[in-house]
C-alpha cells in the first residue's frame, strides 16, 4: 500500500468513527417497523430494538457501535462458508452438478422451481434447497465429523477457538423443519442428495445454529474482501478462484429476493440470516458484522440494510 491510498484509508477510518454513532441510532429507528424471526420458535426470543456493527481493516482496527457484543446465529450466512468448504472438498465441476448459478427471486424457503426445471438441481448455494444439497457435498464418514469440520473451518476464518453451536437453537429449526425436510426428500427423489436425509439435515441445521457476534463475522468478512488470505496472519484460507465464486452468489443472491435493491442501493458483496445478522465487505478494505434481529418483509435485517445504505452512500463504496 503507498502512502497515499494509506492515508486516504486513515481518513475513511476517522471519518467512520466521528460519524458511526450517530447513523446507528439513525437506523435503529427502523427497528420499529421490522419483525423479529417467529418460524424457529428460539429465534423469536431476541431483542427486536438491537443493532450493532462491527468493521476491521487489515491492520487490526476495529470500529464498533451498537450492541455489537451480543449474539446471535449465522443462520444463511453459514451458506457462503459451507459452498466455500464444499469447493474446497469437491472442486467446481462436483458442486455445479448439484446447484445452480442463478438467482430465483422467490423467497428462499421457496420449492416454486424446484419442479419446473430438468433435472430439479436447485438454483443457487444460497437458498435453502441449494445449501441442503452443498451441506451433502461436505466430507466426512458421518453427520459428526462433517459438523466438525464445519466448525473449525469457520473458528479459523474467524480466528475464534470460542466458536460453537448454539444447541437450543438447533432443536428449536430441527423440530419445526417440516418445508426443509420436504425440500430435502424431494433433492433425495430427484437425485440430487445422495445419503441419508436426516443425518444431511443434522449438518444443515447444525452449520445454521453456529452462535457469533458482529466481530466473528466481520473478520470472517476480511478474509474474503482479500481474496482468501487473512491480512493478519498471512494465512491463505480458501483459494481465490472460489472466493470470487461466493462474492459473486452474495452480490447476485446474498440478501434472497432483495439482493437487486441492495446491489442499487448498497453495492457490496453481503450475506443476511434470519438472526439478523449480514456479514458484507468492502474488497481490499474491510469486513463488517452488522446485527438486528428486526427482519423486513424479505427476511433482511431492516435496520442493518439501511446502516448498510448509509455507510455505502457517505462514503462511495458501490463496486457499481
Ligand atoms: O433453513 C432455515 O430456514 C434457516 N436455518 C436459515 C434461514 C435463513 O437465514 C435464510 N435463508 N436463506
Redesign the pocket.
Known amino acids: 500500500m503507498n502512502n497515499h491510498s494509506h492515508k486516504n484509508n486513515n481518513d475513511e477510518i476517522n471519518l467512520i468513527k466521528q460519524q458511526l454513532p450517530d447513523w446507528l441510532a439513525n437506523s435503529r429507528k427502523r427497528c420499529a417497523d421490522g419483525k423479529v424471526a417467529g418460524?424457529?420458535p428460539e429465534l423469536a426470543k431476541a431483542n427486536s430494538d438491537s443493532l450493532g456493527i462491527h468493521i476491521i481493516d487489515a491492520a487490526g482496527n476495529s470500529i464498533t457501535a451498537g450492541d455489537c457484543g451480543i449474539p446471535f446465529t449465522m443462520?444463511?450466512?453459514s451458506?457462503v462458508f459451507t459452498l466455500l468448504l464444499a469447493l474446497m472438498d469437491n472442486g467446481e465441476d462436483l458442486v455445479f452438478d448439484k446447484v445452480g448459478m442463478e438467482p430465483t427471486g422467490d423467497h428462499?424457503?421457496s420449492m416454486l422451481k424446484l419442479e419446473l426445471v430438468q433435472p430439479s438441481i436447485p438454483f443457487n448455494p444460497?437458498?435453502?434447497a441449494g445449501?441442503i444439497a452443498i451441506s451433502s457435498l461436505i466430507k466426512g464418514e458421518n453427520a459428526g465429523e462433517k459438523n466438525n469440520r464445519i466448525l473449525d473451518f469457520f473458528k479459523q476464518l474467524a480466528n475464534n477457538d470460542s466458536l460453537a453451536y448454539n444447541d437450543a437453537v438447533f432443536q428449536s429449526?430441527s423440530h419445526t423443519?417440516d418445508?426443509?425436510r420436504s425440500m430435502a426428500y424431494f433433492l433425495k427423489d430427484k437425485g440430487i442428495l445422495r445419503g441419508n436425509v436426516d443425518d444431511i439435515l443434522n449438518v444443515?441445521?447444525r452449520h445454521?445454529?453456529i452462535d457469533v457476534t458482529c466481530a466473528d463475522l466481520a473478520r470472517m468478512a476480511l478474509v474474503l474482501a482479500f481474496d482468501g488470505k487473512d491480512p493478519l496472519s498471512g494465512i491463505q484460507h480458501i483459494p481465490r478462484r472460489y472466493v470470487q465464486i461466493a462474492k459473486t452468489f452474495m452480490v447476485t443472491c446474498g440478501m434472497?429476493n432483495a439482493s437487486g435493491q441492495f446491489a442499487i442501493q448498497v453495492g457490496l458483496p453481503a450475506k443476511?440470516?434470519?438472526?439478523g445478522g449480514i456479514l458484507t465487505l468492502v474488497p481490499g478494505k474491510f469486513g463488517i458484522g452488522v446485527a438486528g434481529p428486526a427482519l423486513n418483509a424479505k427476511?433482511n435485517s431492516i435496520a442493518g440494510v439501511h446502516l448498510l445504505e448509509t455507510l455505502s452512500q457517505n462514503l462511495k463504496w458501490s463496486l457499481f
Open positions: 418460524y424457529i443462520q444463511s450466512i451458506k428462499f424457503n444460497l437458498i435453502n445449501a429449526e423443519a418445508l426443509n444443515y441445521f445454521c445454529s434472497y443476511s440470516g434470519v438472526a427476511g
